[in-house]
């Protein structure tokens, strides 16, 4: 369904093209109209119900972030805008040169044009890669990698004991008494935890008991957890009703921070998987939502948060912004925690539902685009491969394997810069939005317009 829909969506946005320039912008200038209705239709594809922005056009640069250190200035759009521009040029390039038209001139005009957008942004970039330094601020990182099944074992094959001491073993391989964060992948406790009762848990003890014998130690770990409405509180739209217990609730896909003060800091999951997490549409599809995709994970519409939480304490320098899975591919969705102060990334996962696929690489390699965008260091927990850490211009350190239990160490740098696109998120989304919009009131116009001309034609016969 999602190779489906988004087959349909790009062949909107060229349809949409066709048409304006058809009946509009008849002139070869008109051709640069896609450039804007494309990046039109993948800026609002990233905050609907369908989201699904796997395949904007600027996350093809994942894998060489040499190429565009710049990124911190535009965001993935500016690689849109980038390729498309080159695309287009490259066209008329071949039609002045074989087409009908030829013109000896306009193939110099174009071929210089192609060159100096080529090797411009790519010199700049390899200038600020090769210069690039970032500041010491240290933070010394473990990153777990359980490598616990989603399908047989995380939901029903193992105990949360064991899972749990799964991770601890991989964790004391690495921990000492410098280590300032423990790193755990999402739902790695699967349990559901009453968000209310929270300290009333076994496994939120096992976590403390791990501080109490490291107290530098802060630990971030996924869970599984709900909240319970009280009676004349204001229901979110995912509340679902217990029935037998009769009160409402919401489920959540959470990221659970715990520090020396014991006090639990939470942060639930706001991007979620269309179909899998959420149900699109939910006051139109609610009926379906039991048929959910499990795709080893938590299912149904879960619960969201307005807000991008940081972890840290009150006084602390370092700011955490716990990204829990797919929210890792939206660039103007993080840059709200990179402006609510968080200084590091921590990414956790559970890439497992993948299987020995390409996504679980994809997935991973657009975090580099995230490291680029904000400049901030990210330590990335899977619950199976690809865990990893990466800098501040997107390379990655320590990547594990695939379906292999791993456990990994580094020092990792905070950062306090807020970036461009931080600061103003996707801004070339937003102007390619209003000139989409400009250009369809001036085709409604026009299409006005000329039907007027043709009543008044004739009238002028008859």
Not at 268 to 296: C, N, Q, R, T, Y
Not at 299 to 316: I, L, P
Not at 321 to 335: H, K, L, Q, R, T
């Amino acid at each position: 369904m999602a190779i489906v829909f988004n087959a349909l969506f790009m062949t909107l946005a060229f349809f949409a093209y066709h048409v304006v320039r058809r009946t509009v912008l008849k002139s070869r200038g008109g051709l640069y109209i896609l450039i804007f209705f494309w990046i039109t239709f993948e800026f609002l594809h990233l905050d609907w119900d369908l989201s699904w922005s796997w395949l904007n056009l600027g996350n093809g640069f994942a894998n060489y972030p040499e190429l565009i250190q710049w990124y911190e200035y535009t965001g993935v759009f500016g690689g849109d805008l980038w390729i498309l521009l080159i695309n287009i040029l490259v066209y008329k390039l071949l039609l002045r040169a074989f087409g009908k038209y030829r013109s000896r001139k306009s193939v110099y005009i174009y071929g210089s044009s192609i060159v100096l957008l080529l090797l411009i942004p790519i010199a700049s970039s390899l200038i600020v890669y090769y210069t690039y330094k970032e500041k010491e601020q240290p933070y010394e990182c473990v990153v777990v990698q359980p490598n616990i099944d989603p399908y047989n074992e995380k939901f029903g094959g193992m105990t949360i004991q064991q899972q749990l001491d799964k991770i601890f073993n991989l964790a004391k391989q690495k921990i000492n008494k410098n280590t300032d964060f423990l790193v755990c992948p999402e739902t790695a406790i699967p349990e559901y935890i009453n968000e209310n009762e929270i300290n009333e848990y076994e496994s939120i003890d096992s976590l403390k008991s791990l501080i109490k014998k490291y107290p530098k130690l802060k630990i971030v770990i996924g869970i599984s957890s709900f909240k319970i409405y009280k009676d004349g509180e204001k229901l979110s739209r995912t509340a679902r009703y217990a029935t037998n217990q009769h009160y409402y609730y919401d489920v959540c896909n959470t990221a659970l921070y715990l520090d020396s003060m014991m006090i639990p800091q939470l942060y639930h999951k706001s991007k979620l998987v269309p179909g899998v997490e959420m149900m699109p549409f939910p006051k139109l599809l609610k009926p379906l939502e039991d048929f959910a995709i499990d795709l080893g994970g938590m299912t149904g519409s879960n619960c969201t948060q307005d807000e991008r939480s940081v972890f840290g304490a009150k006084n602390s320098p370092v700011k955490v912004a716990p990204v829990i899975c797919y929210e890792s591919i939206y660039g103007d969705f993080m840059s709200g925690y990179i402006r609510n102060g968080a200084n590091l990334i921590f990414i956790i996962t559970n890439d497992g539902w993948w299987n020995n696929t390409a996504g679980h690489r994809q997935h991973m390699q657009y975090a580099r685009l995230r490291a680029v965008e904000f400049r901030r260091s990210i330590a990335r927990s899977a619950n199976t491969g690809i865990s990893a850490f990466i800098n501040q211009r997107g390379d990655v350190f320590q990547p594990t394997t695939y379906w292999t239990p791993n456990v990994i160490e580094m020092k990792i740098n905070g950062n306090n810069k807020i970036t461009l696109y931080a600061q103003f998120g996707d801004y070339i989304g937003r102007i390619a939005m209003y000139l989409t919009v400009i250009t369809f009131v001036i085709f409604i116009a026009s299409i006005i317009l000329n039907k007027r001309k043709r009543i008044k034609i004739k009238k002028d016969n008859k």
